[in-house]
């Protein structure tokens, strides 16, 4: 019976991990009717794709509850905490429009501004071990 339940939190862990752990924050006002959200993805679904899709979620469910309206993403950016890290950030800044609103035309006109800094961030360990040999 105990061996039965220890086998069955760890089968609950595991699946939860390979699903990949995700974390998302609130939505805070960026600007003036402008909207922003976090999102990360870690692990086996380390990948943009997932926290975008995680964010643009939380966007939608957003713009749905406060206002009945469905969100237009303006900027999304992609970053990491640090070179090594497996987890993949995605930041994106949404307006909350109504169905039919003309103001969806000209925006579907404007390009979404992506910025991609998962490879910008320097190396901290660059240099420090330039010569790893023992010396004896």
């Known amino acids: 019976m105990i061996k039965t339940k220890h086998y069955f939190i760890a089968l609950i862990v595991i699946s939860l991990c390979m699903t990949g752990c995700s974390r998302k924050t609130d939505v805070k006002e960026v600007g003036e009717g402008i909207y922003g959200v976090t999102a990360s993805s870690y692990l086996s679904s380390g990948s943009r794709a997932a926290a975008f899709e995680e964010a643009l979620e939380i966007a939608k469910e957003y713009c749905k509850e406060t206002f009945n309206h469905v969100p237009w993403v303006t900027k999304?950016?992609?970053?990491?905490?640090?070179?090594?890290?497996?987890?993949?950030?995605?930041?994106?800044e949404f307006v909350c429009l109504e169905e039919g609103d003309p103001e969806l035309e000209r925006l579907s006109k404007i390009k979404v501004e992506i910025e991609d800094k998962t490879k910008k961030l320097p190396d901290p360990f660059a240099g420090l071990f330039k010569d790893t040999k023992p010396k004896y």
């Not at 999304?76 to 994106?92: E, G, L, M």
Request: charged residues 30%; glycine residues 0%.
């Open 76 to 92: 999304i950016t992609y970053r990491k905490s640090r070179p090594q890290s497996k987890a993949v950030f995605t930041d994106i």
